[in-house]
């Protein structure tokens, strides 16, 4: 019996359109009202995953950061996990040197050094705003996750990824869009949120159900007793997960939900795919 439904939000119940279906509106209320847990497990801030949770009519605890921040809907901390402060530092120093734009957040705030069509790209839909200032100017402590940006060169993007991962075997550092380089502490994953909420809801493994569609949603597909991949997911997330359903634009979330939840024959099914 599935008892939480853990949920990436971009790509996966969030269209690219920006608006939720009526069907996955209708879903997670299900869902809620039958006493399932549904959680959003975002690399968005938690200031910007509130509204979305609020359109959902969820009360839950919202996994932000890739997992570096756990916070409850009254807006207490449960669980983080910073980004170290040294770590931080150098990274900005490496991203002036080869020209770079960097997303700071600090306490749940973002910060640019650069007002830029990148910046002014990245907010829509977002719900927040952004300080443009010296990244000098500021105390460099509490930060939730760096960000790497470049709207127009993917493979400018992969090759960040790649020397950031040997430089720091210890962070967390992940392709989340084709555009986006998250790098943050390597205990900010999502799956770890997960298994926290787990743990203090008294809920097993086999009991979840955890959904995403980009690279960094692959410790979560891995998180739960039956991981699904969207079908607009990397051929990456699709190796990793048990189930690949229908695309978020073809309401692939509410068709893996009815197919797992409703369906009583699914684990069976799925034990013979």
Not at 112 to 124: A, C, F, G, L, M
Not at 240 to 269: H, L, P, S
Request: charged share 25%; with cysteine; proline share 2%.
């Amino acid at each position: 019996m599935i008892k939480l439904v853990a949920t990436d939000i971009d790509g996966t119940i969030l269209p690219y359109s920006g608006e939720f279906s009526s069907k996955t509106k209708e879903c997670i209320q299900k869902l809620s009202k039958l006493g399932v847990k549904v959680v959003l497990v975002t690399g968005r801030m938690h200031s910007s995953a509130i509204p979305l949770a609020k359109q959902l009519g969820l009360n839950t605890p919202i996994i932000s950061y890739q997992g570096g921040l756990i916070k409850n809907f009254e807006g207490k901390t449960l669980y983080q996990s910073d980004l170290h402060s040294n770590y931080a530092k150098e990274i900005i120093l490496w991203a002036r040197k080869n020209n770079v734009h960097l997303n700071l957040y600090i306490d749940d705030k973002l910060y640019v050094e650069h007002d830029n069509e990148t910046i002014r790209q990245y907010i829509k839909g977002k719900f927040v705003d952004y300080t443009v200032c010296s990244f000098d100017d500021l105390e460099i402590k509490d930060v939730n996750k760096l960000l790497a940006i470049d709207i127009h060169n993917p493979e400018r993007v992969t090759t960040w990824v790649k020397i950031l991962k040997s430089k720091y075997p210890d962070l967390y550092i992940v392709k989340s869009t084709p555009y986006f380089c998250e790098i943050g502490s390597g205990d900010a994953k999502k799956s770890v949120g997960v298994e926290f909420l787990c743990k203090m809801w008294g809920i097993k493994k086999e009991e979840v159900l955890t959904i995403g569609d980009q690279n960094n949603d692959i410790d979560l597909v891995q998180a739960g007793g039956i991981g699904v991949a969207m079908g607009n997911a990397t051929d990456e997330l699709k190796s990793c997960a048990d189930y690949i359903t229908d695309t978020v634009e073809n309401d692939g979330f509410v068709k893996a939900v009815e197919k797992f939840f409703y369906n009583k024959t699914a684990e069976a099914e799925l034990c013979t795919e």
